[in-house]
């Protein structure tokens, strides 16, 4: 067969603040850089996430949160995946965190934060450079 | 690896997986589906199509609910298109679709065109056969938004359902081919606008001029409609097309979706009875498929040793012209 291997990313919105305008970018961006993005809109609570990324078979979650939700919802994502046998699956996230919560959020299992400001280019490039399609 | 086991057993990461591997034409997956064919012909596979914006996202919630209600596992094959430019596509279809994300008996997975044309992917029969034996009761396949030619979906699904919102008019006088012509049901949507019954009324006449009756059929002698032969309609003897008004925002004449499409699915099973018809199916099936693999041999014939840059150099140089060289191709490769 002709294979054609591509990146998919889900770009979710958890909890419950409604500025969806970041993930929106996002999802736009990795687009136009050639990646399958599913959206899943807002409210979006862990289990759907974790339910959605698996039926999608994504390789990355990025989630975006703005109310300061965080430190609670990316790590209950991280350990649902695990739960589900799908701790293959990567997750990062962006919004408005805190830069001392980062490390702790990594610890917890999320591999990159991308707070306001940054150019999407560089969202592009650290998935290039560490995902891969399955 | 991916067991048979974990498929039939209907495992959700397996099947996931095994999706991929087909989207993605991962050579493992043909291995399997021939595995899994066995199991098909279970599923009730319905096709929802339309114009952009005209529903069909909401309708195809709205549909979900109902076949839960009457305790039917639903998989959902949700299609967008993809980006000419960067071939990167946003899918969206799940948006409206949230409240059942967490029903373990209902899976919506989205697929991108990837350049393929006819309103569905280039494998979508593929997955629906593997949805199919996988034991997921009702299929239901969401294309791209289409506009009159994009009519794919009538030759996989048993029963089309095409989508369309009011305000089309005398239009649809003038678009009466195509996507008009492969509909089974008409699901007039938004019909709580302005010009919906307007809308009802044109397909009604369009239908009246359009449709051959039962007893003209009969006279005939044909039990199935055939057209050109790519393009070919199989449906059953003597089905005129429902015309269904409703709101699937509100779920407002969904019920009547609903009942006439258990009245298709009973005529299509009636239908399924006679033997040209099955053949007629199969025929549509298998050249889908005998199309797909001449393809993919030609192309790996291409992409051996350099047999593509070499024809690319001899078009350059003004050596060749294009229909000889793809004429030799082609006899070269049957020899091989």
Sequence with gaps: MTEQRKIRVLIAKPGLDGHDRGAKIVARSLRD???EV???GLHQTPEMIVSAAIQEDVDAIGMSIMSGAHNVLMPVVVEGLAEKNAQ??????????PEDDIPDLKEKGIKAVFTPGT???DIITW???NISPK | MISLDALLSRDVRAGARLLRWIDDGNAEARGLLKQLYPHTGKGTIIGITGNPGAGKSTLTDQLIHRYRKQGKSVAVVAVDPSSPFSGGALLGDRIRMQEHAVDDDVFIRSFATRGHLGGLTNTTTDVVHALDAMGWQIILIETVGVGQDEVEVQRLAHTTVVTMAPGLGDEIQAIKAGILEIADIFAVNKSDREGADRTVSELQMMLDIGYVSPAEQAHHGGSILLRD???ERVCPQGWVPHIVKTIATTGDGVDEL??????????????CQDESFGRARQRQEFLDVFRRALFERGWSYLMHEDHLNQILDQLLDGSADPYTLAEEAVKTLYRL
């Design chain 1, 33 to 35: 850089a050639g990646m």
């Design chain 1, 38 to 40: 599913i959206y899943t």
């Design chain 1, 88 to 97: 293959d699956i990567a997750v990062f996230g962006g919004g408005i965190i």
């Design chain 1, 119 to 121: 150019p999407t280019a």
């Design chain 1, 127 to 129: 998935i290039k450079e």
């Design chain 2, 229 to 231: 032969q790519r393009q």
């Design chain 2, 258 to 271: 609903m009942t006439a499409l258990a009245e298709h699915t009973q005529a299509f099973q009636n239908a």
